[in-house]
């Protein structure tokens, strides 16, 4: 039931889904006509319009909130168009939402809100206005067009808000392992950094601009025909970073289903809400295999490696702890 109708190369990994898999995926699909229970809505895929949706939601059942809507482009999403709006359209667009989804939010929530260069200006000022803003995230695509008279657009914005002072985030979760460039020694021993056949490597601190993502493509197994689906390393980071084991994460705009899948691999409950049935029943899809394959590419020994990084290095020395990159 590809969008495309075209049978993938032998090499080519891009799931896809013949009628009858999308047939009984669909039954497992929730499709609300009354208010739900915390209960009824956790690990749930639901198919409908969050129009419909959102009132439906229980009240402060959602640790996480996690929105990628709709960028302010001319854009078609199997068959479904999204016609830009004027920059005041496009902050009220996105205010409207954020006003229905706040019942559903915790006192201690995050908030995380992806864009473009184009309307990331319009989601600051619709998030500013409701909650409180701790930072912008800007991630290196390193696809993108190239172009004769302008600079190539590569990176896109995600900003990280919160409904109150109180609010969690774990930096130890998200720290990256980088190749050492200046190897210290304390003593003759190494200063945060340890030794591999490959290099030395530290854990650094995550900053507000991630130049170590991939976007899925036709070679990875992650990948799907949805035009706009992030990296499940991408929504790794942002998961580990801004809930706990077993907190429920929200991702009404849900697509192919790339936040819930990330949070079942990462022990979180999810909801997920999509309008479209192929891109609902792909995220189905994506769960079943996550739950026999919980690996997210780029992740791995509990922390988050380079681009393009198969493995993480191998330890020069045996008696390293059980994960020897925490320090």
């Given at each position: 039931?590809?969008?495309g109708?075209?049978?993938?190369?032998?090499?080519?990994?891009?799931?896809d889904?013949?009628?009858?898999?999308?047939?009984?995926?669909?039954?497992?699909?929730?499709?609300?006509?009354?208010?739900l229970?915390?209960?009824?809505?956790a690990?749930?895929?639901i198919?409908?319009?969050?129009r419909?949706?959102?009132p439906?939601?229980?009240d402060?059942?959602?640790?996480?909130?996690?929105?990628?809507?709709?960028?302010?482009?001319?854009?078609?999403?199997?068959?479904?168009?999204?016609?830009?709006?004027?920059?005041?359209?496009?902050?009220?667009?996105?205010?409207?939402?954020?006003?229905?989804?706040?019942?559903?939010?915790?006192p201690?929530?995050?908030?995380?809100?992806?864009?473009?260069?184009?309307?990331?200006?319009?989601?600051?000022?619709?998030?500013?206005?409701?909650?409180?803003?701790?930072?912008?995230?800007?991630?290196?695509r390193?696809?993108?067009?190239?172009?004769?008279?302008?600079?190539?657009?590569?990176t896109?914005?995600?900003?990280?808000a919160?409904?109150?002072?109180?609010?969690?985030?774990?930096?130890?979760?998200?720290?990256?392992?980088?190749?050492?460039?200046?190897?210290?020694r304390d003593?003759?021993?190494?200063?945060?950094?340890?030794e591999?056949?490959?290099?030395?490597?530290?854990?650094?601190?995550?900053?507000?601009?991630?130049?170590?993502?991939?976007?899925?493509?036709?070679?990875?197994?992650?990948?799907?025909?949805?035009?706009?689906?992030?990296?499940?390393?991408?929504?790794?980071?942002?998961?580990?970073?801004?809930?706990?084991?077993?907190?429920?994460?929200l991702d009404?705009?849900?697509?192919?289903?790339?936040?819930?899948?990330?949070?079942?691999?990462?022990?979180?409950?999810?909801?997920?809400?999509?309008?479209d049935l192929?891109y609902?029943?792909?995220?189905?899809?994506?769960?079943?295999?996550?739950?026999?394959?919980p690996?997210?590419?780029?992740?791995?020994?509990?922390?988050?490696?380079?681009?393009?990084?198969?493995?993480?290095?191998?330890?020069?020395?045996?008696?390293?702890?059980?994960?020897?990159?925490?320090?």
């Amino acid at each position: 039931m590809n969008p495309g109708g075209k049978k993938n190369a032998p090499r080519n990994r891009t799931l896809d889904l013949s009628p009858a898999e999308c047939d009984r995926l669909a039954g497992t699909l929730l499709r609300p006509d009354r208010p739900l229970r915390p209960a009824d809505a956790a690990d749930r895929l639901i198919h409908d319009d969050l129009r419909h949706a959102a009132p439906l939601l229980p009240d402060g059942f959602a640790d996480l909130l996690i929105l990628d809507p709709p960028y302010n482009l001319d854009k078609e999403f199997n068959g479904r168009r999204f016609a830009p709006l004027d920059d005041a359209g496009y902050v009220d667009y996105l205010g409207a939402w954020l006003d229905a989804l706040r019942h559903t939010l915790k006192p201690d929530a995050s908030i995380y809100l992806c864009g473009d260069w184009r309307c990331s200006a319009a989601g600051y000022l619709a998030l500013s206005s409701r909650f409180r803003i701790r930072n912008r995230i800007v991630w290196q695509r390193e696809k993108g067009r190239g172009a004769r008279s302008n600079w190539k657009n590569c990176t896109e914005d995600i900003w990280f808000a919160t409904v109150s002072d109180d609010y969690h985030f774990d930096v130890n979760a998200v720290k990256q392992l980088r190749r050492v460039l200046a190897p210290y020694r304390d003593n003759g021993a190494p200063k945060d950094w340890r030794e591999t056949p490959e290099g030395r490597f530290r854990l650094t601190c995550p900053s507000n601009f991630w130049d170590d993502l991939t976007v899925p493509f036709w070679s990875m197994p992650e990948n799907t025909p949805h035009p706009t689906q992030k990296p499940e390393k991408l929504l790794a980071k942002l998961i580990l970073a801004s809930s706990r084991p077993g907190d429920l994460v929200l991702d009404p705009f849900s697509g192919s289903g790339t936040t819930a899948v990330t949070a079942r691999k990462l022990g979180r409950r999810f909801c997920g809400i999509e309008i479209d049935l192929y891109y609902c029943c792909l995220a189905a899809a994506r769960l079943e295999l996550a739950a026999h394959d919980p690996r997210i590419q780029g992740y791995q020994s509990g922390v988050f490696l380079d681009r393009n990084c198969t493995h993480a290095p191998r330890l020069a020395h045996t008696d390293a702890p059980s994960n020897p990159w925490k320090m």
